[in-house]
């Protein structure tokens, strides 16, 4: 009894490699981050990016996850658009059902689907037509924690391409050390140092390269975050 319950554990874990699956915890996840404060420590240090957009800006959030930074950009900046995808369906799931608590603003969302390292076409989730990204349609891109995934290279070409100039890039990711190489082993990530992203900022053209780190008062975000931001030349 003993080997088959051992061979039926050993079936049950993912391939070595496998990307983890935040599906399989959405709900628990959106709502751990709101109880122990990371959503507003996240949403207290977006108030302080020199955003300097333009009226009713777009935005494009990938890799969103459950929302957080696409949901404070709509609440923040009046007459705005933000387009939100993910590759996760259940964490879209969550997300939609964030979205309709936010009465009118509700309508100048577009949640989707679709895949950071081809984000040049997305899925609605509510009517399940194809979006088509044109190059240059938006007035700033945000990544959350969502690069350490794909390949970086790549990946960051193709946002870049979604940018008008003088659009704001930002991204919001993991901060390399001992509690963001513990997560990386659970969910099976690669945490990019901020030399990597910023060099690979420099050669797609981007200029006002800064390195933003979240302080004691954004607790417990500035424990396994550090942002990047750059404008397209």
Known sequence: ??????????R???PRGQPFTYGR???LYDTSLRLFGFTRA?????ERVDWCLPPRPRALDAGAGTGLNGLWFLRHFPGSEVVAFDIDRQMLAVLARRARRLGDLRHRLTVAHG?????EVLTRIDTGQ?????PRSFDAVMVGAALEHVPLDAVLERLARRLRPGGLFLNLGM??????????????FRPYTTGEVRRRLERLGFVDIHTLRLTPTEFPANLTRIAVTARKA
């Open 1 to 10: 009894m003993r080997r088959v319950r051992a061979r039926r554990a050993h």
């Open 42 to 46: 996240v949403q207290q240090f977006l």
């Open 12 to 14: 049950a874990r993912p």
């Open 175 to 188: 901060r390399p050390g001992p509690s963001s190489a513990m997560l990386g082993r659970l969910y099976r």
């Open 115 to 119: 895949d950071l390292r081809a984000p």
């Open 130 to 134: 194809a979006i088509v990204l044109a």
């Open 25 to 27: 915890i959405a709900g």
